[in-house]
């Protein structure tokens, strides 16, 4: 028998939807160096592959998607130097997410919590299962969520992402989808296969179009208002030369469906 232990992350396609599991849940999936180092090569993997459309991040597993940073495993004979610069890990994975070029479905299984809640907010689309649980428990052990407060600012109203982090208290897959948060709650046993379909149904876009529209959607956070509008002005022009947009446009009024090429 093998003592070699299984990867922290598993990665595996699925009619064109890259599957990304983390893959301890007797330890709630936690965001180990080598957890972090398995979902970057996973991101690096869909990104360089054509064939893959969308990517699908999710914990293995039925209670965790991703309970957080192991703080163990930050931990240990590491110097406050090499803790700092293990840290950088968690940017680089939120970075590749955004800078992926692919959609990204969060399929949220269990709990999402702390630096897992961030790996969720990452995503583009969630869809989570019913008994999924989602907050920043920081505070409560004399901490604070730095490295995902990027995340939660720009994806909750301020006053709301300061209940969260002051209180530390945890809120519903409901109270989620309620605040913005999440686009699907599902039942346990059909989460994955929702987020299966979601995806799928991503796959039929062009991807060229899908790349560039995400992009922009990213690019405009850090401009002003008025740049925001001039540079948007410009990404449509690129967008409308694109033979993705003719035949678009042109299957619309032919009444077909379109045949994208992402070109």
Excluded at 108 to 120: E, R, T
Aim: with cysteine; hydrophobic share 45%.
């Amino acid at each position: 028998m093998s003592d070699q232990q299984p990867a922290h992350a598993l990665y595996e396609v699925r009619e064109q939807v890259a599957w990304i599991t983390l893959n301890r849940p007797e330890q709630r999936n936690p965001l180990s160096a080598d957890m972090l180092r398995g979902i970057l090569a996973g991101l690096e993997t869909a990104r360089a592959d054509d064939a893959v459309r969308v990517a699908v991040i999710t914990g293995a597993g039925d209670k965790a998607f991703c309970a957080g940073a192991d703080l163990g495993g930050f931990g240990g004979e590491a110097t406050e130097v090499e803790k700092h610069l293990g840290r950088g890990g968690f940017v680089d994975m939120f970075l590749a997410i955004q800078r992926l070029g692919k959609p990204v479905v969060g399929c949220v299984n269990g709990h999402a919590l702390a630096g897992g809640f961030g790996l969720a907010l990452a995503c583009d689309l969630l869809v989570a299962a019913e008994n999924a649980t989602f907050g920043t428990p920081e505070i409560n052990v004399g901490l604070w969520p730095m490295m995902i407060m990027a995340l939660i600012t720009r994806n909750l109203s301020r006053k709301r992402a300061m209940e969260l982090m002051l209180l530390g208290d945890r809120i519903d897959a409901d109270t989620a989808h309620a605040w913005g948060l999440v686009n699907r709650v599902v039942p346990q046993d059909e989460v994955r296969a929702t987020a299966q379909a979601l995806a799928r149904t991503l796959t039929t876009k062009s991807p060229l179009i899908t790349r560039l529209g995400r992009d922009a959607f990213f690019a405009i956070d850090s401009l002003g208002y008025e740049t925001a509008l001039r540079y948007l002005q410009t990404q449509l022009t690129l967008v409308t030369l694109t033979e993705d947009a003719v035949e678009g446009v042109t299957a619309f009024l032919q009444k077909r469906d379109p045949h994208f090429k992402g070109r």
